[in-house]
């Protein structure tokens, strides 16, 4: 009896996941369609359902938010292809990563909007920007840690060049929008490589 109780509540778990997966794959929808300011409503009628079920799956609209902010994180991650790598050239890191972000910001600009502008109401919502670069941050500097290893270096600017080559990508996107894109995506792909590339010219070099 206990396993029956078991694999039914593995499959429930699993169902619900999967539903999640779908309301929030709706919502991305829906913010494409209406923008940032999307309503709840809006999101309900893409996703072919009410609003009380999306509560039910995530609460309330900052619920909801901050799975649409878990979804960006995973994709800017995901779009690295780095999983498991640890042989990463920093400078092709680097390059990977400002293109990476700046494409979000290119092709999914209603997206990167919704992201960054915290919901109204009592619940409280991590700082988006925030959220997203310190786990990137995170990412990165593991990455940058396990080359300085291989390279028999110090490994104490691992964490500082993960976090300050993040924030800086964040900051030069959001100047990029400020712009209205004006230089093509691979100029400030480029200019990013060009700040940074000293920086690992000098720990070969040592």
Excluded: C
């Excluded at 694999?7 to 709706?26: F, K, P, Y």
């Excluded at 290893?149 to 990508?169: C, S, Y």
Aim: aromatic share 10%.
């Amino acid at each position: 009896m206990e396993t029956t109780t078991d694999g039914r509540a593995t499959r429930w778990h699993a169902h619900n996941a999967e539903r999640r997966r779908e309301l929030v794959a709706s919502a991305l929808r829906a913010i494409r369609k209406h923008g940032p300011g999307v309503g709840m409503d809006d999101i309900a009628a893409e996703a072919g359902t009410s609003k009380p079920v999306i509560y039910r799956h995530f609460r309330d609209r900052a619920g909801l938010y901050q799975a649409v902010v878990d979804w960006v994180n995973d994709f800017i991650w995901n779009s690295l292809g780095l999983e498991g790598s640890g042989d990463v050239d920093p400078r092709e890191l680097v390059r990977q990563l400002a293109d990476t972000y700046l494409t979000l910001v290119e092709k999914d600009p209603e997206i990167y909007q919704f992201v960054i502008t915290r919901p109204p109401g009592d619940t409280p919502v991590d700082d988006p920007v925030l959220s997203i670069t310190t786990r990137i941050g995170n990412q990165v500097s593991d990455l940058f840690r396990h080359w300085l290893r291989a390279q028999g270096l110090d490994e104490e600017p691992a964490n500082i060049w993960g976090h300050g080559v993040v924030g800086f990508t964040w900051a030069t996107a959001d100047r990029w929008i400020l712009t209205k894109l004006r230089r093509p995506r691979a100029d400030v792909v480029g200019y990013i490589d060009q700040l940074f590339a000293p920086a690992f010219d000098a720990q070969r070099s040592k």
